[in-house]
């Protein structure tokens, strides 16, 4: 009996050396999923496809890649790798013939049939001042941003917010003057949407900071995944659908009310105001900023005043009069201007591979 105890223990002890040494490797190589989990080699993400190899490029990208390595002395944390960027200009085409909410404030006051006709005439002053801009070239009045800033309250007073987003979302879908192949609302540069994948994929939170209407900007970013509570812009004062002459303080807003729009503006953000707006709604110093002209520099210069961490700034030069509708004698100047103030360019002519994609041409402006 002992002899048959310990043979039957060899016996099961030889079979588990057998199993261990044959049968894990034929099981394994059973699963085809798991043999190319195995074999399959880590795919390194491609960025930057839409652009030339140029200066800015390398130093956004030595740049991220500095501060994301934990091992640098520059290393930003997640939560303090904040970017803003400019719209106008900056990824939004602004010369077709020139900005969007110039462009849609125009069609509002003397185009549109439901509103033409009852416009203020200040509003229609502006407004045609627009025009004599786009078509014959006459130059704006002085301090006229906040003209129009005036003027657009007014022109949209009275609209519910989600009115408000329809009729931007329509206007948008027009072709855009001066392009075929491509709508106001599609007139993205696509090079710099990259920027947007590019610091995303590395922990960054970017804010779109304009001195554009706030809600504009955010019916026009929403087709390019930017969530609404990342949008900064000029603001106007909203009211509840009931609330009448009422302060907010002393009314209570009902379930069935909205919010609507007043002819009340209350901030036109550009320069030190956008500053002001970091402050006030991000509430943190950004590393990275990203514009187009003057109305932007404070927000550069707050950025490159970061006392804590490395920053980088960028400013895009309209230069390309081939695909888009570029002052050439205007963007040589500012570039010299950006240069000596420290901030990096990017040339639109030069850096980027295309401008808005395939299938959009530069034509001549028409109007009917």
Not at 40 to 68: I, M
């Amino acid at each position: 009996m002992k002899k048959w105890n310990l043979w039957m223990k060899t016996a099961i002890l030889g079979q588990l050396v057998i199993a261990i040494v044959f049968c894990g490797p034929v099981l394994t190589s059973c699963s085809k999923d798991d043999n190319q989990a195995t074999t399959r080699q880590p795919t390194t993400k491609e960025y930057f496809t839409l652009w030339n190899p140029c200066t800015a490029l390398t130093v956004l990208q030595d740049y991220v890649k500095d501060v994301t390595n934990p091992s640098s002395a520059h290393f930003i944390k997640v939560e303090d790798r904040i970017a803003t960027f400019d719209m106008d200009g900056t990824f939004v085409g602004e010369l077709y013939p020139t900005y969007f909410e110039y462009n849609m404030l125009e069609y509002r006051v003397l185009d549109d049939p439901t509103y033409k006709d009852i416009a203020p005439a200040d509003v229609k002053e502006t407004a045609q001042d627009i025009r004599d801009f786009v078509r014959n070239g006459k130059k704006l009045p002085d301090h006229f941003d906040m003209k129009h800033a005036y003027a657009a309250a007014k022109a949209y007073s009275g609209m519910t917010l989600a009115q408000f987003d329809a009729y931007v979302k329509a206007y948008a879908a027009q072709p855009a003057n001066g392009f075929t192949g491509m709508t106001y609302g599609q007139s993205f540069y696509k090079p710099m949407l990259q920027v947007f994948e590019y610091l995303k994929d590395n922990g960054f939170t970017f804010y779109v900071v304009s001195g554009s209407d706030r809600f504009i900007c955010r019916s026009l970013v929403e087709s390019i995944g930017i969530e609404p509570n990342r949008v900064i812009g000029m603001d106007v004062k909203l009211i509840s659908s009931k609330q009448g002459d009422a302060e907010g303080v002393d009314y209570t807003m009902g379930k069935d009310e909205e919010l609507v729009r007043t002819d009340q503006l209350i901030i036109k953000n550009l320069k030190t105001n956008k500053v002001l707006q970091i402050s006030q709604e991000i509430g943190k110093v950004p590393v990275l900023s990203f514009g187009n002209s003057s109305g932007d520099c404070s927000m550069h210069n707050y950025c490159m005043g970061n006392q804590k961490y490395r920053t980088a700034t960028f400013m895009l030069v309209a230069d390309d009069d081939v695909r888009d509708h570029a002052d050439l004698a205007e963007g040589a100047r500012r570039e010299a201007k950006w240069r000596e103030a420290g901030y990096n360019v990017i040339s639109m002519k030069n850096d980027f591979k295309t401008i808005y994609g395939d299938g959009v041409t530069k034509t001549a402006f028409s109007f009917e």
